[in-house]
């Protein structure tokens, strides 16, 4: 038995492609110790195959039920893929779950769902500069229309573990001396604790946030930034690289870039 994890913005189009991949085939329940909904099914070609789906999300912060619940679930009960939906309309606010969830280095396949709206908007995206640059298979979905979805399961199945893509040297420096201190190899948990994540701290002993604090003092002091701000400004210099590799618009002056 697989379990393919799908995740994404709110309004990616997750329920639309949930229900083409389970059918009348769901259960609904909730999330442990939570009121949040869970739904899951096999897939209605392959009944080896669970799909799992979770809340909508923007980010990966634990400021409400819905990010608590999907951090809780990759990280204590990881699926054996992620398929991450992508609004194609919507690149850069999906580019930014994206990064985080690169973090988790889950096989991961990208779902650019919503494709069919490109041409109306004058929108070509390469799929292959998307996915050379994000080291992640792409593969192009309508789940209005039915288009792709077969493709993106085929994928699923082989696709590679995310790598997580490198930031400034002075913050990887410190994410590395976070690694060391906190003893915690996953790469998710050493982004939060630099970005001052209360859960994580409350993990930790004193003497360990008393290091941590001073590590991101010396790095916010270097790169002359406010701690979260530092990854909110990375994560984007990123994304803006992408979008400019990967979309083209055919008369500027009639579309609106996303
Ligand atoms: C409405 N292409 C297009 N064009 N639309 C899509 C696609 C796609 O690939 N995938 C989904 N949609 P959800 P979340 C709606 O409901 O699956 C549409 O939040 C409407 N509803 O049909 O719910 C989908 O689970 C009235 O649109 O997303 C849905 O991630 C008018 O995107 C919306 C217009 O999909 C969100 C649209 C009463």
Redesign the pocket.
Same mark, same amino acid.
């Given at each position: 038995m697989k379990t393919i994890a799908l995740l994404?913005n709110?309004?990616?189009?997750?329920?639309?492609l949930f229900n083409l991949l389970t059918g009348a085939n769901q259960q609904v329940g909730n999330w442990p110790g939570v009121t949040v909904e869970r739904k899951s099914g096999y897939y209605k070609k392959e009944r080896t195959i669970c799909i799992q789906d979770l809340p909508?999300l923007y980010s990966l912060s634990p400021y409400s039920l819905d990010e608590q619940v999907a951090r809780d679930y990759l990280t204590q009960t990881p699926p054996d893929v992620l398929i991450n939906i992508i609004d194609a309309t919507n690149l850069e606010r999906s580019l930014y779950l994206t990064l985080q969830l690169m973090d988790f280095e889950l096989p991961m396949v990208i779902a650019l769902?919503?494709s069919? /709206?490109l041409v109306s908007q004058g929108k070509t995206i390469d799929l292959d500069r998307l996915s050379y640059s994000l080291g992640i298979p792409v593969i192009a979905?309508?789940? /209005?229309k039915n288009k792709g979805v077969d493709e993106l399961i085929k994928t699923a199945l082989t696709a590679p573990k995310a790598q997580p893509l490198d930031y400034d040297h002075r913050l990887e420096s410190a994410l590395v001396e976070i690694k060391k201190v906190a003893a915690l190899n996953h790469r998710f948990d050493q982004i939060k604790l630099f970005e001052g994540d209360p859960f994580l701290l409350t993990k930790l002993s004193a003497d360990q946030r008393t290091e941590i604090n001073e590590i991101v003092r010396i790095t916010e002091k270097l790169m002359n930034d406010e701690r979260e701000a530092i990854l909110v400004n990375e994560r984007y210099d990123l994304i803006g690289q992408f979008i400019k590799l990967c979309v083209t618009i055919k008369n500027p002056a009639t579309f609106n870039r996303t």
């Open positions: 994404g709110p309004n990616s189009g997750k329920t639309s909508g769902n919503m069919d /709206l979905t309508s789940a /209005l």
